[in-house]
């Protein structure tokens, strides 16, 4: 593996931690209503549950890409960042908003490019 792969993997990873962070404990904070676009505090409540459900899939995410990266399991880290990358075309498509895909998918596709440059 690379410096740039692994850097970049690294990066991805840590990206999630911060949307775990995110959806888990600023769900219902002025940072999280607005980072996420939510309509009103009322809102963020009714749906805490389900955003801390997200984060910890995130979390997920990150751990997996993290251990994979500890393994030296090419296969997985290609698992996880594709993973990654779909669930940022998704949301970008679902919810209407480009900058999903972004934060979420650009990243993990830089990844993989690095991948296959080895």
Do not use: R
Not at 50 to 59: E, I, K, P, T, V
């Amino acid at each position: 593996m690379t410096l740039l792969f692994t850097s970049l993997c690294i990066l991805v990873a840590l990206e999630h931690f911060y949307f775990l962070f995110l959806e888990m404990f600023l769900w219902t904070s002025k940072k999280g209503i607005k980072t996420f676009g939510l309509k009103s505090k009322a809102f963020a409540e009714d749906t805490k549950v389900l955003a801390a459900n997200q984060g910890l899939y995130n979390g997920f995410l990150a751990a997996g890409l993290l251990y994979a990266l500890y393994l030296n399991a090419t296969p997985f880290l290609m698992f996880f960042l594709c993973c990654i990358i779909v669930a940022g075309i998704y949301g970008a498509f679902s919810t209407k908003k480009s900058i999903l895909f972004w934060f979420q998918s650009v990243p993990a596709i830089l990844a993989c490019i690095a991948f296959l440059l080895i």
